[in-house]
């Protein structure tokens, strides 16, 4: 048994922003070149990762915010329907 909604079947470049959210289907960031990276979950709350170049972040992001966020190269990882 697999679960498909799991597996990026689209990609999608960030541009982190304190306002726009990320598509609903994403299940992941890929981080190009590393340093900290804002996120916020679906419920809103913030963290700052400090990621490394080439580094997958896996979860539902809702957004990565521009505040904070020095990493660059970011690219959501989508699984859509």
């Known amino acids: 048994m697999s679960d498909k909604t799991l597996i990026p079947n689209d990609f999608a470049n960030v541009t982190p922003s304190d306002t726009e959210v990320l598509s609903s289907f994403t299940i ?46 970011i690219v959501a990882q989508l699984a859509t329907p």
Do not use: D, K, P
Not at 33 to 45: I, K, L, M, P, R
């Open 28 to 73: 992941g960031l890929f981080v190009g070149t590393g340093g900290a990276v804002v996120v916020e979950g679906v419920s809103g709350v913030a963290s700052t990762y400090q990621a490394q170049s080439g580094q997958y972040l896996t979860g539902r992001f809702r957004r990565v915010r521009a505040t904070g966020t020095t990493a660059s190269g």
